[in-house]
């Protein structure tokens, strides 16, 4: 299998035959001082039955351009430093505009087939497409027009304003992850996008629900007003950014730096990556992960699922029925309105319930289970489960928010002094009641999983 490189340097009024194996990856290159326009078209590929014509190109050079059509199996192309028009076959091509890609070409036309192209505009303002197939498109300095087509592209407009479109379907993506400066996207259903900053300054964006950002501290938006699209995958790569979904099924990737990714409506999936992230589901079925560094995360509405990293975060679970993991590291939760699972892991956290019947865990480490109000795990309802209470690791029971001044009687019956606490002894544990106000009925009661007896100590009141 050769892979075959032919150049064609020429002086006007040249013409030449070439024929081709047909096997390998071929590349076609105009190379020389002339600038004159080319017009390149590798014509389809036949793998049988094919004349005599179809294993190789023909080509003339005139006093006003260049002439080429290719026959068979050469798959990319460059163009000459003049104005170029290069289309590709059904094979995965590899156009480039400019030959030289040091960015100093002219206006080139670039097109695609149904294979998955490669295609380079470099300098000057280009207009290129994909047609069919997973192409990416890399327009390069000057204002240009890129189209995606069928399937799931890569569009990269490059400095200048540009006009973007991903295509009638597949999964599109604009990147600005050479951008100079910070980029700000806007997305808008149904119209054209604005875009402003680095190099999406005066983009125009239609059909792309997806977008990378740049190095810097970059804003992309679906806005609300548009509830653009029902899927957005943004990712914010590296530089301290907003990151704010739409109303459907969204995806966030934070990068690096300290991150603000906010959820909104639908069931999302939302990751902070390294940084100190902010990071807010909305509501739906969301899973939010913060990754590494200090976060603070924070469900919304819905059942939701809430990943903390190594260091200390902060987890809020919000309304629905959450789970809650904090990942090592001294961690804060607050289950909030549902019943909720809350699973300390490593580090010495401090596990607020809220509203409803949780189950907390606190792991490895000196844990608080801590109540901050009352009708939190209120007796007579179903109230918290605390599943593997260490004694040994120095957890605690944490009441001293809700009582002035408290005290431990043991088994004995409420005596009517506000701010007593009982226990009795269970067929799986130990259950824990409180009498905040000394009426002599409880006012909270907590299940102890593996613990028939607890003692003063195991309080905090």
Request: charged share 25%; hydrophobic share 30%; net charge negative.
């Amino acid at each position: 299998m050769a892979n075959n490189i032919y150049v064609i340097d020429e002086s006007p009024g040249k013409s030449r035959t070439q024929t081709d194996d047909g096997s390998g990856k071929d590349w076609l290159i105009f190379q020389g001082s002339y600038a004159l326009p080319t017009s390149i078209r590798l014509d389809g590929y036949v793998e049988n039955g094919v004349s005599s014509q179809a294993r190789g190109f023909f080509y003339h050079i005139g006093n006003w351009g260049t002439s080429l059509v290719v026959h068979g199996a050469i798959e990319n192309a460059s163009g000459s430093s003049g104005e170029d028009w290069i289309s590709g076959n059904e094979l995965d091509n590899i156009l480039y505009g400019d030959p030289s890609r040091d960015g100093a070409g002219d206006d080139d036309t670039l097109f695609g087939a149904t294979g998955d192209d490669t295609i380079y505009g470099g300098a000057g303002r280009d207009d290129m497409g994909g047609a069919d197939g997973n192409d990416l498109l890399d327009g390069g300095a000057g204002i240009d027009t890129l189209s995606g087509g069928g399937g799931s592209d890569t569009l990269i407009g490059g400095a200048g304003a540009d006009s973007i479109s991903g295509g009638a379907d597949g999964t599109d993506w604009v990147f600005y992850t050479g951008s100079s400066a910070a980029v700000d996207v806007r997305l808008i259903s149904g119209d054209t996008s604005t875009s402003f900053g680095g190099d999406a300054e005066g983009d125009r964006i239609t059909g792309v629900n997806n977008v990378r950002g740049s190095d810097f501290n970059d804003k992309i938006t679906d806005l609300p007003e548009s509830n653009a699209f029902n899927a957005n995958r943004f990712d914010g790569r590296d530089g301290h950014d907003l990151l704010k979904m739409g109303g459907g099924n969204d995806t966030a990737y934070g990068g690096s730096g300290n991150d603000t990714i906010r959820g909104e409506d639908g069931n999302d999936r939302l990751y902070g990556d390294a940084g100190r992230d902010v990071i807010s589901g909305g509501a739906g079925r969301d899973r939010i992960f913060g990754g590494e560094g200090v976060n603070q995360l924070d469900g919304g509405a819905g059942n939701d699922t809430v990943t903390g990293g190594a260091q200390r975060d902060i987890l809020y679970g919000g309304d629905g029925n959450d789970v809650l993991d904090g990942g090592e590291g001294n961690d804060l939760f607050f289950g909030n309105d549902g019943h909720d699972t809350l699973r300390g892991d490593a580090g010495d956290d401090v596990l607020i319930g809220s509203e409803g019947a949780d189950r907390l865990f606190g792991g490895a480490g000196a844990d608080e289970f801590k109540y901050i109000a009352r009708g939190e795990s209120a007796a007579g309802a179903p109230h918290d489960l605390i599943a593997d209470f260490s004694r040994a690791e120095g957890d605690k029971l944490n009441f001293d928010q809700v009582i002035a001044t408290g005290t431990f009687i043991g088994t004995t019956a409420f005596s009517g002094q506000a701010g007593e606490a009982r226990f009795i002894t269970t067929a799986t544990g130990s259950r824990a009641f409180i009498d905040l106000d000394g009426d002599t009925r409880a006012d909270f009661a907590v299940d102890v999983l593996g613990l028939s007896v607890l003692r003063a100590s195991d309080f905090i009141l």
